[in-house]
């Protein structure tokens, strides 16, 4: 079955500079790779996700970059803020096929 | 935020006994989803649900027992709850464009094990 590595497990930078999240998948038939957010006591919610038609997806200073042949993806966020700071997972899928398999997850902390 | 409740959200219970917990949807979507949470392990699932009647095991499936008896509710049960089963549960469900892409997960049960 499919394994998600994801690096690295905890991440501090500090408020404005960028945060680079990364993660790789073992299944090539994954095609579906989404980013969940997870604000300490809350459930995770998904922030961004991407398809393995495209190589890279951008939503205001959040982006997801995809290396199908590495079988690696990840996540930029720019101009971090202090409300950035949360645990971040990515996951895999094969879509419509696949329940998702998640990282473990990076607790990014933004310091202000 | 998607129509998904679970209950109980916070349970203490004594090894042995059984627990039961319920997830509840209003969104008539057909796969539901069960996940622990433990620190340093992320997300695992534990059983999924594809409809009524029909569920499969996740990669942490033992121990724990899954029913859908109706579209709208996914039951977890542990039938002797043990320490190691001392976790936040989130129950999820799929993305409204039909495939298994975009969970919505309900707030998590905290079950704690003495």
């Known amino acids: 079955g499919e394994n998600v590595e994801q690096h690295p497990s905890t991440l501090s930078v500090q408020e404005g500079d960028s945060a680079v999240i990364k993660c790789t998948y073992s299944?090539?038939?994954?095609?579906?790779f989404p980013w969940y957010k997870q604000e300490l006591g809350k459930r995770p919610q998904l922030i961004i996700d991407?398809?393995?038609?495209?190589g890279e997806k951008k939503d205001q200073r959040i982006a997801v970059t995809l290396n199908k042949t590495a079988k690696h993806f990840s996540l930029h966020i720019t101009e971090t803020q202090p409300e950035d700071s949360a645990v971040y997972f990515c996951?895999?899928?094969?879509?419509?096929?696949?329940?998702?398999?998640f990282g473990k997850g990076t607790r990014l902390s933004v310091i202000a | 935020d998607a129509g998904i409740t679970q209950s109980p959200r916070h349970k203490v219970t004594e090894t042995g006994t059984p627990v039961t917990l319920r997830c509840h949807q209003t969104?008539?979507?057909?796969?539901m989803y069960w996940y622990r949470q433990d620190p340093g392990h992320g997300l695992r699932l534990i059983h999924y649900?594809?409809?009524?009647?029909?569920?499969d095991k996740g990669e942490v499936s033992d121990g724990y027992s899954v029913s859908r008896s109706k579209t709208e509710d996914f039951l977890l049960t542990l039938e002797s709850a043990t320490s190691s089963q001392t976790s936040v549960y989130f129950c999820?469900?799929?993305?409204?464009?039909?495939?298994?892409?975009?969970?919505?997960f309900g707030e998590g049960s905290r079950l704690t094990v003495l």
């Open positions: 999820a469900i799929g993305g409204r464009t039909g495939n298994t892409g975009e969970l919505f």
């Open positions: 969104e008539n979507h057909r796969y």
């Open positions: 649900s594809y409809g009524v009647k029909d569920t």
């Open positions: 299944d090539s038939a994954s095609n579906y």
């Open positions: 996951a895999a899928s094969v879509a419509g096929n696949t329940p998702l398999v």
């Open positions: 991407i398809r393995s038609n495209v």
